[in-house]
């Protein structure tokens, strides 16, 4: 740990760098919880500039907690589609509908009851409740984890309990009792801006002097490299059915407790959004997809065999899945009529944020307007 004297410089010059070079981001011109909340959770394992529009497009349509515990959750989900990780939109929803039910609208004060609400464990809360209230908490997150790492040296798993554990500590003792909205904003910008998993920009480190990493050399091999999971290999047919007005039919978000084994995948895959009928393919995906449209269709559209006009194949990776795509079209003079199921242009699924719907879905939709004309192009 740090001495008296260089903690002090250390904290000194973290934030004056910090004050100086900070990025200008929509969500730090605010304190207001509701705002820092909602950045909070878009951010999570997603990038900076990816959440911008997606944050203040959110904010235009649910100005406050309010205006988001009272929306349908299918407008909520729109406004979230293409950001991923959808359980975040659902929690946020839930945790809304709950600071309205016991806190009376306010994002609470203590740890423990940030803790009870749905999607907010202890770094979003040490995160919220430092910057909003500014209350005396550190995060602890990936990047602020391999700054620790690197100033102390510290070798090994970093997810390891007990090392994750004594990060904690070294985070809290770090901390800028003063300013803590600042100093965690600040271990994160420099987690996020120079001391980068990869490439460490140490020259222009504002603490490079405390970093033992950096006396020892060590600044590129720590933290440890983690064993990544293996990559999935999934294959999935989807079949984009389109009448002569171009429209198409999507199915609703799959409920768990209705869903067979074999469906379970899909919804996750799915992102349990609106979705294209679709298959995880075993063998042959025309005939699985083929059976799969006997099973929903009503009989009368399938006396004649259907015909599955192969569509130029997307890729699209959730967490270590990789999945192949293959679309299909399905020309048919009228859609059927599915009990929950809805008919929308084709062109609405592919463009953003029209529905509740995955990227994945959207790149279904974006292939078939493509048209087998794409594919044969490549061939
Ligand atoms: S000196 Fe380099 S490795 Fe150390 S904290 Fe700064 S950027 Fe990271």
């Known amino acids: 740990m740090l001495q008296r004297r260089e903690l002090a410089a250390f ?50 349509r649910f100005p406050d907690v309010h205006a988001l515990a009272t929306a349908p959750q299918e407008e909520v989900l729109r406004l979230w589609s293409g950001l991923g990780y959808y359980s975040r939109a659902r929690n946020l929803q839930r945790a809304a509908q709950e600071i309205v039910a016991r806190h009376d609208g306010a994002f609470p004060r203590t740890e423990k009851e940030a803790l009870a609400l749905p999607g907010i464990g202890s770094y979003t809360a040490a995160a919220i409740l430092s910057i909003a209230y500014g209350a005396k908490h550190a995060v602890l997150d990936g990047n602020v984890a391999r700054v620790l790492a690197r100033i102390f040296a510290v070798r090994g798993d970093l997810r390891d309990a007990r090392r994750w554990q004594s990060l904690q500590e070294s985070a809290d003792a770090l901390l800028a009792p003063g300013s803590p909205s600042d100093w965690n904003q600040a271990m994160m910008e420099l987690g996020a801006t120079l001391c980068t998993p990869q490439s460490p920009q140490c020259l222009l480190c504002p603490v490079t002097k405390f970093c033992q990493a950096r006396k ?164």
Do not use: C
């Not at 000194?12 to 004050?19: G, M, T």
């Not at 009448?243 to 349990?272: C, F, M, N, W, Y």
């Open 11 to 60: 904290r000194k010059q973290l934030l004056a760098w910090f004050k100086q070079y900070k990025r200008d981001l929509p969500w730090r011109r605010t304190k207001d919880p509701y705002r820092t909340w909602l950045s909070e959770i878009m951010l999570q394992q997603t990038r900076v500039a990816a959440v911008i529009p997606y944050y203040e497009r959110f904010l235009e």
């Open 216 to 379: 020892l050399g060590l600044a590129d091999s720590i933290p440890a490299r983690r064993k990544k999971r293996a990559t999935e290999n999934i294959v999935l047919a989807a079949a984009v059915l389109l009448d002569p007005r171009g429209r198409t039919l999507l199915l609703p978000p799959p409920t768990l407790s209705k869903a067979k084994a074999t469906h379970e995948q899909i919804s996750i895959l799915v992102s349990k959004l609106w979705h294209f009928p679709t298959i995880a393919v075993r063998i042959d995906p025309t005939g699985e997809l083929r059976t799969r449209l006997h099973e929903i269709l009503p009989a009368s559209m399938t006396k004649q065999s259907l015909q599955l006009e192969p569509l130029p194949i997307a890729r699209h990776a959730v967490t270590y899945r990789a999945i192949t795509l293959r679309p299909f079209r399905v020309t048919m003079a009228q859609l059927p009529r599915i009990a929950g199921a809805k008919i929308i242009p084709l062109a609405d699924v592919a463009s953003p944020s029209a529905h509740a719907i995955s990227n994945l879905t959207r790149k279904a939709a974006r292939a078939a307007l493509a048209g087998p004309a794409a594919l044969a192009a490549r061939a």
